[in-house]
Each structure stands twice: as structure tokens, then as C-alpha cells.
């Protein structure tokens, strides 16, 4: 669990998603659940087959750096784009009707996906890093395997949820503009990253 922990609690697009959907209350439960979910799939697939892939699948690697950097691009200009423009600030008590809630649940999560699935380095943190580990324990690779994943779902639900008492602050147009800059420039030095190899 510990180690689950200190490769998913560094500040990612991933989690800048998280903590965005948890400060808007929009979707909090489905979107912490989806990272959970995705990354039990990812650790599970990591702890059990990570050897075999790689040497059948050499190509995996850097295909996935090229289009989750693209993606990463993407997303940080859409960041951007609304941290100079938005006049808003955050109010908790709006609702969407129900149409509309229902419209922006399927955008959210296949935002949310893109950003898990697209993300190379979910990858290298689940699969590669947590698949090598796993294997200094032969034996109990189902009980390491079980901590990481609980990890996992303590640590997005935690993020999602923890971020409540934070809306009187966002309630401020001034402090979600820079949460929406800052999440730009973090996502795209990721991005950048990916592509150099750093």
C-alpha cells in the first residue's frame, strides 16, 4: 500500500483532474472511482504480466509517450484557454438539470479516461515500476498487488472528496483562473517530458 501510495500521490494530470472535479462537486464519486478502477486494472496487469509484454510488445512504450504528450498538449491549451477567460468563480450550490448532468457525466469520464489511459506515465508508475517490484515478492505477488490497488482507492476518493473544504477559496474568479493556468503549465512540461525522454 505504501508503495502504491508514493508513485500515485505525486502531483500528475491525473490528479489535477481529481482535485478539479472534487472542487467543482461535479461527478466526484464516478471520477474518483474510474482512477481507482483504472489503476487496479494497470497494477493487476503490471504485477502479473509486465515481463511477457515488453518482450512481445517492444513498440508499447513509445507509442504511448508520443500520444499521451499530444493529448497532454491538448488538454493544457483547453487549461489555458480557460484561465484567460473565464469571468466565473466556483458556486458549489448550481446544479445542471438533469439532461445536462447526464451530458456532462460522458464527457467527464472520457475525459477522465483519456487522461488515466493516454497518460504514459500511469503506465510506467503501475505497470513498469509496481510489475518490478512485485517480483522481489514471489509468493505474495497477490497480497502486494492488493495493497497497491488499496492505495489506489484511498488516495483518489481521499483527493476527490478532500477537496471540498476548499470552495470558499475557488469561490474567487482570481484563484480558479490560476488553478486552471497552473494545471496548463504542469501538464504540458509533463507533455514535454514525454517527448524528450526526461
Do not use: K
Not at 484511498?154 to 478532500?162: H, R, T, V, W
Request: charged share 10%; proline share 4%.
Amino acid at each position: 500500500m505504501a508503495m502504491g501510495l508514493a508513485l500515485i500521490v505525486a502531483i500528475g494530470a491525473q490528479n489535477a483532474f481529481v482535485l478539479r472535479q472534487g472542487l467543482l462537486g461535479e461527478h466526484v464519486f464516478a471520477v474518483c472511482l474510474t482512477c481507482a478502477l483504472s489503476d487496479a486494472a494497470l497494477i493487476a496487469l503490471g504485477v502479473t504480466s509486465f515481463e511477457g509484454i515488453t518482450a512481445w510488445l517492444p513498440w508499447i512504450e513509445p507509442t504511448a509517450r508520443i500520444a499521451g504528450a499530444l493529448f497532454l498538449f491538448v488538454f493544457g491549451a483547453r487549461s489555458l484557454w480557460s484561465a484567460l477567460r473565464s469571468r466565473g468563480a466556483l458556486h458549489a450550490g448550481e446544479a445542471p438539470s438533469v439532461g445536462a448532468a447526464g451530458n456532462r457525466l460522458g464527457r467527464t469520464l472520457l475525459a477522465c479516461l483519456a487522461i488515466t489511459w493516454l497518460n504514459p506515465h500511469v503506465y510506467l508508475d503501475t505497470v513498469v515500476m509496481l510489475g518490478t517490484i512485485s517480483t522481489q515478492f514471489e509468493g505474495a505477488r497477490t497480497a502486494f498487488a492488493g495493497g497497491a490497488i488499496t492505495g489506489s482507492f484511498l488516495f483518489f476518493f481521499a483527493l476527490g472528496y478532500g477537496a471540498r473544504p476548499l470552495q470558499p477559496l475557488f469561490a474567487r474568479p482570481a484563484a480558479w483562473r490560476i488553478l486552471e493556468g497552473g494545471i496548463a503549465l504542469m501538464v504540458w512540461a509533463i507533455a514535454i517530458g514525454l517527448l524528450t525522454g526526461g
